[in-house]
């Protein structure tokens, strides 16, 4: 199905007329600086997604995680986020050189709401931030540190509507292929060998185990 041109939705007055207006508790939720709340949500928060651009506007997201506290609230207006191992692809941090705006969601696993947080972010090597960012003795190669232009908590109904949390709406990941077997079929093919394919598997789930610090 393609949408037809004309129903195109091309300018903000023509937007905003599909919509009621903004409710004034919307309207006043944005907050220039980190208040209480918004701190305990972060302390509290094992992940978050980050929303970066590069210098062309081509936009891109990325999920980080680690334990429950693992962003550090460094004072009113600035958080500290690790860069731990990952595909070294550098997305989000070469972006973040070449357009320094970012959106931060932040998620608790359990609450329905959500935590955002627009900013500039800039990318730090200093081995003191580095040091207190450590997990089994190991520090991240760098930090993401981003001054806050903008937070506000966001309502339930996305994760209500998409039953998030709910065990009864968990999937079964069986019913799809493997992470590798997925990207080997989009790339140069994966084995027909099931075993083959299985010792594939195995070895990423040593690299989980030995690498994700």
């Known amino acids: 199905m393609t949408p037809r041109p004309d129903h195109a939705v091309t300018d903000e007055a023509a937007l905003r007329a599909l919509y009621p207006p903004t409710h004034t508790l919307a309207a006043l939720k944005s907050l220039p600086t980190l208040d209480i709340h918004a701190k305990d949500f972060i302390r509290r928060s094992p992940f978050l997604c980050i929303g970066t651009q590069n210098q062309d506007g081509k936009a891109d997201v990325s999920p980080r995680g680690d334990p429950a506290g ?21 997305d989000t941090l070469s972006n973040i050189l070449a357009n320094q705006n970012v959106g931060l969601l932040f998620m608790v696993p359990g609450f329905d709401d959500t935590l955002r947080i627009n900013g500039r972010a800039s990318l730090s090597t200093d081995p003191d931030l580095l040091h207190s ?14 001054s806050v232009a903008e937070v506000f908590l966001h309502c339930a109904k996305a994760f209500r509507r998409s039953r998030l949390w709910d065990p009864e709406a968990r999937q079964d990941r069986k019913e799809m292929p493997s992470l590798l077997k997925m990207i080997l079929d989009q790339t140069t093919g994966a084995p027909d060998d099931p075993e083959a394919m299985r010792k594939i598997d195995d070895g990423l789930e040593t690299d989980y185990r030995t690498s994700m610090y």
Do not use: E, H
């Open 70 to 90: 693992f962003v550090r609230v460094l004072d009113d207006r600035t958080i500290a986020i690790p860069d731990r191992p990952g595909n070294n692809r550098l």
């Open 133 to 146: 960012m450590a997990v089994n003795d190991r520090q991240p190669t760098l930090s993401i540190v981003v």
